[in-house]
């Protein structure tokens, strides 16, 4: 009686809307969307490629080592696997833009929970440094915040393990870069090269380092993040985000089989 008692006072005194689906909230909550919202959030489902996390459609990407995707297969990421929480779209993008777009700050909990649920199987060693994707310093600057940075606060926050450490200064993002918007797997790549350097580099020398970042589309970010570290001496690299891009045909992509052959090729070369 008493919570509906307040939840109508609530109502009263503040009105909203859900952010989301413009539905009234009719209950006292920390974030401005409803939890019909919130629960139609899910998980990451089907077979995904244990290296990038791609969601696999072809019986033909089963591997003796396990699924992997094409690109994968014919070229392994420098980082040692990619996890996500879910797929980049619906409600779960909508959370993901509250707080990029919007600055709702109070999104950034339900976010790290959300990545403290993707790795909570993933047997991660530890310590484990845990590493946001930097943005550029006058990106970051006009924005106010870094929001990599606020979900893997919120994640180290809830995980709350000795063995696992935030180090927000230690990856720094040198130089602002164009939008990746339409670029090519190649292009990306052409796109952050040199774009990422490591300093303080005695806090990831020898130990488990996990990129954070918010969204995983093509994995170009997170393996350009993780070959900086991976030279300036961390011992393996992890990535977690909470959204992965998913295409629904990956092996339709008409761009396959000039990016492997690309990838393969940038990865010999280094």
């Known amino acids: 009686m008493l919570k509906a008692a307040a939840n109508g006072l ?5 009105p909203s809307d859900c952010r989301i689906c413009k539905s ?32 696999l459609v072809s019986e033909h990407t089963l591997t003796a080592d396990g699924p992997l995707c094409g690109i994968c297969r014919r070229a392994a990421p420098p980082f040692a696997r990619a996890i996500a929480y879910g797929a980049y779209d619906g409600e779960l993008r909508e959370l993901v833009h509250l ?20 790795l909570a199987s993933a047997a991660l060693p530890e310590p484990l440094v845990v590493v946001p994707v930097p943005l550029f310093q006058r990106k970051r600057r006009n ?3 870094n929001q990599a940075e606020e979900i893997a606060r919120a994640f180290v926050s809830l995980r709350r393990a000795r063995g696992i450490q935030l180090e927000t200064g230690c990856l720094l993002r040198t130089r602002d870069t164009s939008s990746q918007t339409g670029l090519t797997r190649h292009q990306r790549r052409a796109n952050l090269r040199g ?28 393996g350009e993040c993780a070959r900086v570290l991976l030279r300036a001496g961390a011992k393996e690299v992890f990535v977690a985000t909470v959204a992965r891009a998913i295409r629904e045909t990956p092996f339709q992509s008409a761009d396959f089989a000039v990016e492997a052959a690309m990838e393969l090729a940038a990865n010999e070369r280094e």
């Open 99 to 118: 707080l990029k777009y919007e600055a709702v700050h109070s999104v950034a909990p339900l976010l790290g929970r959300y990545l403290g649920e993707a």
């Open 143 to 145: 924005r106010g915040f």
């Open 195 to 222: 774009a990422f350097q490591v300093q303080r580099v005695e806090r990831i020398r020898g130990l488990s380092v996990l990129v954070v970042d918010d969204v995983m589309t093509t994995g170009t970010t997170a």
């Open 10 to 14: 609530f109502s009263v005194l503040f």
């Open 24 to 55: 009234p909230l009719t209950e006292i909550s920390r974030i401005p969307v409803c939890s019909p919202c919130v629960s139609r959030v899910e998980p990451l489902s089907g077979i995904l490629c244990r290296a990038c996390g791609e969601k």
